[in-house]
Nanobody, 127 residues
Framework: QLQLVESGGGLVQPGGSLRLSCAASGDNLGYYAIGWFRQAPGKEREGVSCISRSGGNTNYAYSVKGRFTISRDNAGNTVLLQMNSLKPEDTGVYYC????????????????????WGQGTQVTVSS
């Protein structure tokens, strides 16, 4: 049974950076497509970014493109989300999610495609 644990959240000023980490245990993360999602208070969970099992394909929400970078280290069973030029609207709880198959680009932003979820890490962007 795959287990996911996010870390790296915190409070940062607008324009700052954070690096989120999603650490996996219980299985080889290389078998899984991974997505990062976020949920702001009073809003629905939205897809932020996703990465293929090999790491060769990545996708980003329009709102974070050019500011966020997703990467993975399958040997280390870890997926990272580097977040730069953070804005107050990036505030929310960030979750990583995994599914043990490949996803098409048009699928990877949908939460229903994923079977495993971490507990989330809070990101607050505020001055």
């Amino acid at each position: 049974q795959l287990q996911l644990v996010e870390s790296g959240g915190g409070l940062v000023q607008p324009g700052g950076s954070l690096r989120l980490s999603c650490a996996a245990s219980g299985d080889n993360l290389g078998y899984y497509a991974i997505g990062w999602f976020r949920q702001a208070p009073g809003k629905e969970r939205e897809g932020v970014s996703c990465i293929s099992r090999s790491g060769g394909n990545t996708n980003y929400a329009y709102s974070v493109k050019g500011r966020f970078t997703i990467s993975r280290d399958n040997a280390g069973n870890t997926v990272l989300l580097q977040m730069n030029s953070l804005k107050p609207e990036d505030t929310g709880v960030y979750y990583c999610a995994a599914v043990r198959r490949s996803l098409l680009s048009r699928q990877c932003a949908f939460a229903d495609e994923y079977d495993y979820w971490g507990q989330g890490t809070q990101v607050t962007v505020s001055s």
